[in-house]
């Protein structure tokens, strides 16, 4: 680290540490080959369960000690236990990923294996035959609080926006996609350069739309007006570029393309190095010119070379692909 005294270690001191690292590299090979063995004996005991669980805390990226791990759950343990007593396991389960998701919030097979472990819950008794009081619900609705503080602590980290979608897709009681619109809101007002909750909102706008559940017209209009406020406060965040050209979709609509274009070209006059106005000038120009009838469209093409040109200088390391393009124009 900066500013921090480097201490010289003595020759014994270093054999001593290069001597503890060698004895946990052979402890974990000898674990490693004891877990593989069992596992291709088809060992599906408990003392076989608890060496995974040792094997995991040193490696939680061991796909194949998980794979091994929920067989023998399924062969081993889940037949010889009662519902009460799997809901227990499988709570267990849950909090031993919690804990490994702190130091490794971007393990794959961490968020994998909470999935998995969210699908064998059993239902449990409904007290007054109330849904909410299942084993099932109780347990979901944990995990959408699990999943919020952990993009509390990091609002970008997709394996958790991902399993947000897995969770709100087969949660026994769906959630609301209002509140999960509102939600998505909340990130992105808190940071503009939130992709994921960009992205969430335009699964969520799509599915909408679809269902009648709100006026697309009004609402493009208004995502319209809260991306436009996110490209004047920085301009050199993709992410609201990004979900901009979203809306714009295809570009079939003249009277949107033409209000957008116009925004932008303000923008630039503001911001006259930004490469995304610039790009997003130019296919949106270009969309102009294939789908509709502009008056002076020679104009139009000229304004796109001179802007492509603009964008050889300012950004090289994709010249050629600004060079494609002005010839396809």
Known sequence: MHSVKRVRQSPEALEAKKQR?????QEYLSLTEDVLSRKKQQDWSKTAFELTQQL???NPEFYTVWNYRRTILLQGIFPQSTPDEI???LAEELALTTTALKANPKVY???NHRS???NNIPDGPEHN???NASWKKVSWDREMFVVEKMLDADARNFHAWNYRRYILANTPIPRSELSELAYTTRKIEASFSNFSAWHQRSKLYVSLWNAGALDADKSQKEEFELVRNALYTDPDDQSAWIYHKWLIGSGQNLDVLTREIKSIEELLEEQPDSKWCMESLVQYKHLLLKNHSPAHPEHIRQSCLELLHQLEQLDPCRK???QDLAQAM
């Open 21 to 25: 690292e060698k004895s946990k590299i």
């Open 56 to 58: 995991l805390r040193l």
């Open 87 to 89: 809901n227990d396991l």
């Open 109 to 111: 097979w961490l968020w």
């Open 116 to 118: 998995w472990c969210l």
């Open 129 to 131: 035959s109330d849904p």
């Open 320 to 322: 050629c692909r600004y």
